[in-house]
């Protein structure tokens, strides 16, 4: 009957208080379980030495403890980061990586296997497609496996902050995304703070706010195209949320008193990437709190359009600046380990 066992690492605390209650063990256990669990990165319960062995066997049979397993790892000399292929109880591919930069490390996390949006530049929706949705366990858990490995080697030790932005659009899968932020914040289990951790989205819909609320993580928003008219020809996600209600959306978000929403904006060459594409993108920003990070399209192979240049790409970052937007530009992480959206997952599928 293992398919009907709780998956432990999809268990709040509460959750895992009253499970353990219904086998007849102390609510103060789920504290020493989280321990092992998410502050010394033991995930197997026969090594858990604090408990006793009656305890050990008890919860080693009452629950499952599946995580998904390291199937690959890719480190990309030029910015050292990581990549992870991980391997999920049904044979998928989730793709994980994990930058590290001046004793600060972020993990780009994916929230689903494939996607359904189908962004044309995306080698995620456009090649793979939809396949499933990932568990909390299946989300957090990547951040689980990739840290034990890194500390492991020596590679890091801890992380600085976790970022939505692998595989996937987290408002589609908000439930799982959302409890995965829990396990990820909340003081008994990995207790990073929620403003360590941002959540991408191509504009899914209403709803936004009231997630950004609920979570209290930050907010970047997968802007890309400053017209509805260019955006639904790229995003055919605008034709069912337009730019007037996603920025409608984006004005109800309630902003801490130092945060801004992280407008991301791809180039594509000759796309998307004049100066009146930049003055378009001004005028649709102009009342929200925001910064602009522009990202150099890295090429996939189904989408056939070019970087900008860097002298475009400097032009329409200064363009932004002069009209008092901070701007950044991305520099590419893991792009010669395939380290855009999906590539790798999709070399390896
Ligand atoms: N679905 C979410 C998060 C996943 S993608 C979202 O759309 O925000 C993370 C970021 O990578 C998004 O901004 C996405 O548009 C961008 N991206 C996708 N394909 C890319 C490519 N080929 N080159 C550069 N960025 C890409």
Same mark, same amino acid.
């Given at each position: 009957?293992?398919?009907?066992?709780?998956?432990?690492?999809?268990?709040?605390?509460?959750?895992?208080?009253?499970?353990?209650?219904?086998?007849?063990?102390?609510?103060?256990?789920?504290?020493?379980?989280?321990?092992?669990?998410?502050?010394?990165l033991i995930f197997d319960p026969?090594?858990?030495?604090? +408990?006793?062995?009656?305890?050990?066997?008890? &919860?080693?049979? =009452?629950?499952?403890?599946? /995580?998904?397993?390291? $199937?690959? %790892?890719?480190?990309?000399?030029?910015?050292?980061?990581?990549?992870?292929?991980?391997?999920?109880?049904?044979?998928?591919?989730?793709?994980?990586?994990?930058m590290t930069d001046k004793g600060?490390?972020?993990?780009?996390?994916?929230c689903m296997i494939g996607c359904?949006?189908?962004?044309?530049?995306?080698?995620?929706?456009?090649?793979?497609?939809?396949?499933?949705?990932?568990?909390?366990?299946?989300?957090?858990?990547?951040?689980?496996?990739?840290?034990?490995?890194?500390?492991?080697?020596? +590679?890091?030790?801890?992380?600085?902050?976790? &970022?939505?932005? =692998?595989?996937?659009?987290? /408002?589609?899968?908000? $439930?799982? %995304?959302?409890?995965?932020?829990?396990?990820?914040?909340?003081?008994?289990?990995?207790?990073?703070?929620?403003?360590?951790?941002?959540?991408?989205?191509?504009?899914?819909?209403?709803?936004?706010?009231?997630?950004?609320?609920?979570?209290?993580?930050?907010?970047?928003?997968?802007?890309?195209?400053?017209?509805?008219?260019?955006?639904?020809?790229?995003?055919?996600?605008?034709?069912?949320?337009?730019?007037?209600?996603?920025?409608?959306?984006?004005?109800?978000?309630?902003?801490?008193?130092?945060?801004?929403?992280?407008?991301?904006?791809?180039?594509?060459? =000759?796309?998307?990437?004049?100066?009146?594409?930049?003055?378009?993108?001004?005028?649709?920003?102009?009342?929200?709190?925001?910064?602009?990070?522009?990202?150099?399209?890295?090429?996939?192979?189904?989408?056939?359009?070019?970087?900008?240049?860097?002298?475009?790409?400097?032009?329409?970052?200064?363009?932004?600046?002069?009209?008092?937007?901070?701007?950044?530009?991305?520099?590419?992480?893991?792009?010669?380990?395939?380290?855009?959206?999906?590539?790798?997952?999709?070399?390896?599928?």
């Amino acid at each position: 009957m293992e398919n009907n066992k709780k998956n432990i690492f999809d268990l709040t605390h509460e959750e895992l208080k009253a499970a353990l209650n219904e086998m007849k063990q102390q609510p103060f256990r789920a504290k020493q379980l989280c321990d092992w669990i998410y502050k010394k990165l033991i995930f197997d319960p026969e090594q858990m030495l604090n +408990l006793s062995k009656n305890l050990r066997e008890t &919860v080693s049979n =009452g629950f499952s403890w599946y /995580l998904p397993e390291i $199937e690959h %790892v890719a480190h990309s000399k030029s910015d050292n980061s990581y990549k992870f292929l991980l391997k999920t109880n049904d044979g998928k591919l989730i793709e994980s990586i994990f930058m590290t930069d001046k004793g600060r490390s972020t993990i780009c996390v994916s929230c689903m296997i494939g996607c359904p949006l189908r962004c044309k530049f995306c080698a995620t929706g456009s090649q793979i497609g939809f396949v499933r949705m990932l568990t909390p366990a299946e989300i957090a858990g990547q951040v689980l496996v990739t840290l034990r490995y890194m500390k492991e080697k020596g +590679l890091a030790q801890r992380v600085s902050s976790i &970022v939505f932005m =692998g595989m996937g659009e987290p /408002l589609i899968n908000k $439930e799982a %995304v959302k409890k995965s932020i829990y396990l990820l914040t909340h003081p008994e289990c990995f207790a990073l703070s929620p403003s360590r951790i941002s959540v991408s989205t191509a504009g899914f819909g209403p709803g936004i706010a009231a997630f950004i609320e609920k979570t209290g993580v930050r907010l970047a928003v997968s802007l890309h195209f400053p017209t509805n008219k260019l955006r639904s020809q790229y995003m055919p996600v605008n034709k069912k949320f337009p730019l007037e209600d996603l920025i409608a959306e984006l004005k109800k978000v309630k902003l801490k008193k130092r945060d801004y929403i992280l407008i991301e904006y791809l180039l594509l060459g =000759g796309i998307n990437d004049s100066i009146r594409h930049a003055q378009q993108l001004q005028k649709l920003i102009s009342n929200l709190k925001v910064k602009v990070n522009l990202i150099p399209y890295n090429p996939t192979e189904t989408f056939p359009a070019e970087a900008s240049s860097e002298e475009v790409i400097n032009n329409f970052a200064r363009y932004l600046h002069k009209k008092g937007i901070f701007t950044s530009v991305r520099r590419s992480k893991g792009l010669d380990v395939d380290g855009g959206c999906g590539q790798f997952a999709l070399k390896k599928q």
